[in-house]
């Protein structure tokens, strides 16, 4: 199951459209910033992803594993006497599946290993760089409340800290395309380096070592801003995903055709044993050919990134920005209200 995008007419001609807008992308949960909001205390289950929506779950199920398996072993034999009337009529049909399986094994076994590393390389590298950019707004905040400490310097401080609100407003509820059109309109981060520079000539705050280190962390959280970006709109195309499936169905062919001849010399036999291994070739392909779909998908499915140390510092900043805020609010919480999101228990690991 895929997000649809904001802009349906127009997903088949643009097969990027999906994964360059990423509507479900959060790097923590709405619920943990409305309890500080209401002056509670955060609980753990905030670390956590969200859990999937109805359906994406389908495909791990032991009902749909074993319909799978289960459908694959009693249409075995009713394949095998098909092939083995084209054997009949065509000698030389298995000497081509001898030449043709184990080059599309180790096609197939090559594409997926790749398919694999490629999805786990880019999830790792989305964690890694949304849980060093939170922690880097963290450490902003920190700064901006020490260098513009004070009556006198509360416009700046304030100025600057409503712009980290909206860089973690961001990260928090906003999709991937409203991140790219907040950049375009007016850059949180831009902002913050305006109030930094034009600070560095005032003889309060410019004498304080602290504007130097905050003016080189916003340098810092462009970069990782940019490089997170670059790595959450880097999914795999939906043609890689339609040629993993086609040589997966010739695999499965080629190891029934392998059978058939087996079936025309037993005389129609075939032996329970033959039907259970085919079931279970095709129902382990499937499964993780759906493995492979899924991770495919960052914030969607099962598999998403782990986000409890981007979620720790970005409600760490939360708190601290916790009686700067003009309203008290940040612009995800205003009329949003605690357990808008109602879902069952989590056992998962944040």
């Known amino acids: 199951v895929q997000t649809w995008p904001s ?8 097969y990027g459209l999906v994964s360059r807008e990423q ?10 910033f409305l309890r500080i909001a209401n002056s509670s205390r955060v609980d ?27 459908g694959a072993s009693l249409a075995y034999p009713l394949l095998l006497e098909v092939l083995s009337k084209l054997i009949a009529a065509d000698g030389s049909l298995l000497e081509l599946t001898g030449a043709f399986l184990p080059a599309v094994s180790i096609i197939v076994g090559s594409l997926l290993s ?4 490629i999805e786990y390389n880019r999830l790792q590298k989305i964690q890694d760089l949304a849980a060093s950019e939170s922690a880097d707004l963290a450490l902003l905040t920190r700064l901006i409340r020490g260098v513009f400490a004070g009556e006198r310097l509360a416009p700046q401080r304030q100025a600057a800290l409503e712009q980290v609100g909206e860089q973690i407003s961001t990260l928090v509820k906003r999709s991937r395309r409203e991140e790219l059109e907040l950049m375009l309109d007016r850059d949180p981060i831009g902002a913050i380096v305006d109030v930094l520079d034009a600070a560095a000539g005032d003889r309060a705050a410019g004498a304080d070592p602290r504007l130097a280190r905050a003016a080189g962390l916003t340098t810092t959280l462009f970069q990782t801003r940019a490089s997170r970006l670059s790595a959450e709109a880097l999914s795999l195309p939906q043609v890689h995903f339609q040629i993993l499936a086609i040589l997966g169905g010739l695999l499965i062919a080629a190891y029934a055709l392998t059978g058939a001849e087996r079936f025309a010399a037993g005389g129609g036999v075939v032996p329970p044993e033959s039907c259970l291994l085919f079931g279970l070739l095709t129902g382990t392909y499937t499964l993780m050919y759906n493995f492979a779909l899924d991770l495919n998908q960052p914030f969607d499915g099962v598999y998403q990134v782990r986000r409890s140390a981007a979620a720790t510092s970005l409600l760490g900043a939360r708190l601290l920005l916790d009686g700067e805020l003009p309203d008290g609010l940040l612009a995800i919480e205003r009329g949003k209200q605690l357990g808008a999101e109602p879902g069952p228990a989590d056992p998962r690991p944040c």
């Open 7 to 14: 802009d349906p007419s127009i997903t088949y001609t643009d």
């Open 23 to 32: 509507q479900r992308r959060a790097y923590a949960s709405l619920d943990g």
């Open 44 to 70: 753990a289950a905030d670390l956590r992803p969200p859990l999937p929506r109805p359906g994406d779950e389908d495909w791990l199920s032991f009902e749909r594993r074993g319909a799978v398996v289960l």
């Open 114 to 117: 790749i398919t694999l590393s």
